[in-house]
């Protein structure tokens, strides 16, 4: 039996619990405690609510049912010879009866009163309603598991503390149901991603996160060493141009679900490690692309909520009709009433605009670039209905097919919804001379600044090009910022389980 735990004399920690729960542990190891692994759950906690919620009174005491189950401590009333416990696992609770008179004399005082919460714990007992009609087990023996040196947060309060929340995840999935489902939400929707893709034709590959030239995208990178190698090497801001080399291999219609990583900011929509889902299927064009991916909404949506009509912040979003379409210029000008189209068509009076909104218009060589910068900081946040943005400057799409009509702008767009850019496709640049020079273009425009010293030139993917990609669209989708919105988050750290923080 345990002894009740009198404080020495000399210096405690900080936290008294804390330290009364050590000497508990010390007093628990002595009597043979060791942390035991054998005892076996005959049903989960989810699998009794499910099967007997609906059962009576009657029904369980006629059914007499024997049960063992374990869980985590979250609640203790102890009414002098009765006492009751909850137990939480995988986010569901079921009540525990314990009477004194079960068990032998001094135990119920000296060890079922002194488990504490968060303590995990088996129970072997009976199914019973009480006269509440609340599903409940009354309690035959009781075995401590795991012994929780640290005290948990309330339950019924959560922690309030958003910081400590991303830090210790683990105790807001304990303390905060709504949390735990946003995850299981998560889950949900990637695997329902999945089987829509798979439902399509399309295989999921696998491609290197680390690469020895980083590419795909236009972002700062995460150096890392290989020391057998002797050589750097980057964690992937893109799969692009592996999955690209695996199309100009023969495969028809592939994807891949996986993390990018991007050395840059952090903020209530950014990540610098996030999920992307990346699509590319050959004999296809950038408005095929389009059309999947607003079929996959309309999956996903479906699923989830069994309308075409959802709610996000303060928003509400109608999938039900189509997808809106708009060029980039006319989204600014939908947006911005004091700009006018012939201010999008001269470099010099662009530039003008974009100083008007204080933006820094020193690394913008073209008119394409200017149009992209105002577009950025203008409108984007602004587009709140889903919405389709297309007919993007050449300058900032490198790995895009031009437009047959106008050379200046690429077959590309992207998805936007409640200001948030959710995914970039275009039809892919398969002609390796034209690729040679859009690269060789792009470092020459960012040479002496930051932007150039992450450019690198992939000669590798020159060299598969110059075997032969067939006409391909892509698509990438930013599978957290989609997330948000199917389960009505504002940051984007509430859909990532340990987001990255600043050391403390």
Do not use: W
Request: charged fraction near 25%.
């Amino acid at each position: 039996m345990l002894k009740k735990i009198k404080l020495k004399k000399e210096k405690v920690s900080s936290n008294k619990e804390n330290y009364i729960r050590k000497n508990k542990l010390i007093q628990l190891r002595k009597l043979g405690f060791n942390f035991p692994n054998t005892f076996k759950c005959t049903k989960t906690i989810k699998e009794i609510n499910s099967l007997y919620k609906n059962h009576t009174k009657d029904d369980l005491q006629q059914l007499n049912y024997q049960i063992n189950i374990a869980g985590r401590i979250t609640n203790k009333r102890i009414l002098g010879k009765a006492s009751f416990f909850v137990i939480q696992n995988n986010n569901y609770d079921i009540q525990i009866y314990i009477k004194s008179n079960i068990f032998p004399k001094n135990y119920y005082i000296d060890y079922i009163i002194e488990l504490d919460l968060g303590d995990i714990i088996g129970v072997k007992g009976i199914l019973f309603k009480t006269n509440t009609l609340e599903l409940s087990i009354y309690c035959k023996k009781i075995y401590l598991l795991t012994k929780a040196l640290r005290s948990l947060p309330d339950k019924y309060s959560g922690l309030k503390n958003k910081e400590i929340k991303y830090r210790k995840r683990y105790l807001d999935l304990i303390s905060n149901s709504k949390i735990t489902k946003i995850f299981q939400k998560r889950s949900y929707i990637i695997s329902n991603i999945r089987s829509f893709m798979k439902k399509k034709d399309f295989l999921e590959v696998e491609t290197p996160m680390m690469h020895p030239v980083p590419g795909g995208a236009n972002a700062k990178p995460f150096v890392t060493y290989h020391n057998a190698l002797n050589e750097k090497m980057y964690l992937r801001i893109a799969p692009e141009l592996y999955l690209k080399r695996l199309i100009i291999g023969g495969f028809d219609k592939i994807f891949e679900i996986n993390r990018n990583f991007r050395n840059e900011g952090l903020s209530t929509r950014h990540n610098p490690e996030f999920t992307m889902m990346e699509i590319y299927m050959s004999y296809s064009h950038y408005a095929d692309m389009m059309i999947l991916l607003e079929k996959l909404c309309i999956f996903l949506i479906k699923k989830m909520f069994n309308s075409l009509i959802i709610k996000y912040n303060k928003y509400t979003l109608n999938f039900e009709k189509p997808i809106k379409k708009m060029t980039m210029i006319e989204s600014i000008l939908k947006f911005n009433k004091n700009i006018h189209i012939s201010d999008l068509k001269n470099i010099k009076k662009t530039k003008k605009i974009a100083k008007k909104f204080n933006l820094n218009t020193n690394l913008c060589n073209s008119l394409g670039e200017l149009i992209h910068l105002i577009f950025e900081k203008t409108t984007e946040k602004k587009i709140i209905s889903p919405t389709f943005i297309t007919e993007y400057p050449i300058e900032i799409s490198p790995l895009a097919k031009t437009n047959k009509k106008n050379s200046n702008i690429v077959e590309r767009f992207e998805f936007f919804i409640s200001g948030y850019e959710i995914a970039n496709g275009f039809s892919e640049l398969n002609d390796p001379e034209e690729q040679k020079e859009r690269f060789k273009l792009q470092k020459s425009q960012k040479k002496n600044t930051n932007i150039s010293k992450n450019f690198h030139y992939d000669k590798e993917y020159i060299t598969a090009l110059e075997h032969g990609l067939p006409p391909t669209s892509g698509l990438g989708i930013g599978i957290d910022r989609l997330i948000m919105i199917l389960t009505n988050q504002k940051n984007i750290r509430d859909v990532i389980l340990f987001p990255i923080l600043k050391k403390i």
